[in-house]
């Protein structure tokens, strides 16, 4: 099998006053001017090569962005090697992503090509690849990923920050949904009492809850509302897993009512892994509910699947499994390279007994704790 770099190069973002920047489905960063790739030979070294300009048409974003704007499958993104990781695993690196000049500079390869031309950087990458134990590399990709992903965090002086107890990885899924049926992950033991954190956590909120409808109910309430992530306030089990939803669904029946949530593009305002600052990303959930409801054009809309009528195509959609976004407070690079890795798969219907899906989400603003 044979490997291929690619290197796309693209124009400035437009500015939000363009009078094409609001008639677009989508808010763009900028527009793919180029695409540059080299075919590696078998012995990594450089082969064929390919180049092509591309006509600006809008302002699209970067690869998935353009994907987007032209409906294509976004799928075959998964199987991309990150050759980051490989670099940084070979070189003693640490996670955080190097630029292409560092990595010739390391290597002293000398700039022959034109740098920030799409074939001349994908052509500069295949050098470095020459300089790496590729088949070494690749063969112990997972693993890379795993070893970066655990090492410790290098501490500055005087940040009173500490490192986690205990550093676990579970490399390998496409999606949540594959994750999620991992009873290892699903199960995580705490590393000081070995009891399932997950589990106890959602009986526990199931607990608070049902005690909380009691003491109101005895005054004369009959409902309360609670407010939760999607995974914890489903009414089915999370791959067998009982959680908050489903605890109250088996205790309270009908009485219990799942409303999920979903987007079709967010942004969204992630903590940055040990630096106590959060960085905003723009995620998109593939979910065709959320789709339809953008195209129907709803900035929000409620769907109550009971007034779904049986048997219409968008009864299809709520009854089989469908890509749903599943976002919450974490943030990994594998979320930019892969979006099944914040994408669930599951049946509407099994889940919630009706919908709110926002077609353009923002980050919250947060308040200093210091003000």
Known sequence: MNYVVVDLEWN????????????????????????????????????????????????RGIMEQNIIIHD??????????NLQLIYNMQTDGDKNQKSLATAMEHFDIEQTRVAHDALGDAYNTALVCTKLDMKSGLAQYDEATRTLATKTRKSEPGD??????EHRVFPGYISKSDAFADEQLVNTPC?????????????????????????????????????????????????GTPVLGSLLAENLGDGYFAIGTDFYKSVCNLPKPYTGKRITHTFYSYDPLAKASKKCGFDVSFLDFSKVPEGSALMEYIANSVQMGSLGEYYSILLNFVPRSYRVWRAPQDAYDAMIFVTDTAPIEIESLNK
């Not at 900028?30 to 082969?47: F, Q, R, S, Y």
């Not at 294509?72 to 090697?81: E, R």
């Open 191 to 239: 590393p000081k009492c070995g009891g399932e954190l997950n589990a106890q956590r959602d009986r526990m909120m199931a607990e608070n809850t049902l005690w909380i409808l009691q003491q109101e109910q005895a005054r004369g309430k009959r409902r309360i509302l609670i407010s939760g992530h999607n995974n914890h306030i489903m009414q089915c089990e999370n791959a």
């Open 72 to 81: 294509l499958d976004w799928d075959w993104i998964s199987s991309w090697i």
């Open 160 to 165: 009173g920050a500490h490192d986690a107890l």
């Open 12 to 59: 400035q973002a437009m500015s939000s006053k363009s009078s094409v920047f609001n008639k677009l489905p989508i808010k763009l960063r900028g527009e793919i001017i180029e695409i540059g790739a080299v075919k590696l030979n078998e012995d990594m070294t450089p082969g064929e090569e390919f180049t092509i300009d591309v006509k600006p048409v809008y302002d």
